[in-house]
């Protein structure tokens, strides 16, 4: 690959058929498949493997040990944990080929999925979302949702820097580090 604008480490394997965004970095063992889209100064620690369809956009972050199939689609500044895992088919079996029944699954801006977690497929995460670690997501989450357990569930809303949300009783929150305003009526929580 002449030319290339990204870094990769020499032990990566980079499949021909890729696009990969220029400042981004492949580390150790790591797979990119062919057909798959990596964003501009994305990072993708050891031993990951990125699977033909997938789409990383801009400035994502996946760590070591991550699985990402066919049929996942992470927008931009989204955080994948060590060791997070992505199906891509309902009921698999080894005896039954189901690879025209891969569901998709959408991972909104600045969403993060912490370690060990596991995203059924077929279901969207949030804007903002966060995932906690060893969670295993069996439903959509919406924006700003913070989930944890097996199955996962609600527990409280995060802010765009990750902090928990404690809203007032005219639902109104204050993220402490950025001191952006949050809202949450009907059940949605919304920037200010």
Not at 27 to 37: A, D, K, L, R
Request: net charge negative; hydrophobic share 35%.
């Amino acid at each position: 690959m002449a030319n290339q604008n990204y870094f990769a480490h020499e032990t990566a394997i980079i499949d021909e058929g890729c696009t990969i965004g220029s400042g981004t970095k492949i580390w150790h063992f790591s797979h990119i498949m062919q057909g798959c889209t990596i964003g501009e100064g994305c990072n993708i620690g050891q031993n990951v493997v990125v699977s033909p369809g997938v789409v990383l956009g801009r400035n994502v972050k996946v760590q070591n040990n991550v699985s990402v199939y066919t049929g996942v689609i992470c927008e931009d500044d989204v955080f994948l944990g060590p060791s997070c895992v992505f199906t891509n088919v309902i009921n698999p079996r080894s005896a039954v080929s189901r690879k025209n029944q891969y569901k998709s699954t959408r991972v909104g801006k600045g969403a993060t999925i912490g370690a060990n977690s596991t995203i059924v497929c077929g279901h969207d995460i949030g804007e903002y979302a966060f995932v906690g670690a060893g969670a295993v997501i069996t439903k959509d989450i919406p924006d700003y949702a913070l989930y944890v357990g097996n199955p996962a569930y609600q527990m409280g809303w995060m802010s765009r820097c990750g902090h928990k949300l404690e809203f007032d009783s005219q639902g109104y929150a204050t993220c402490p580090e950025s001191g952006e305003n949050y809202c949450l009526k009907d059940g949605k929580v919304t920037l200010l």
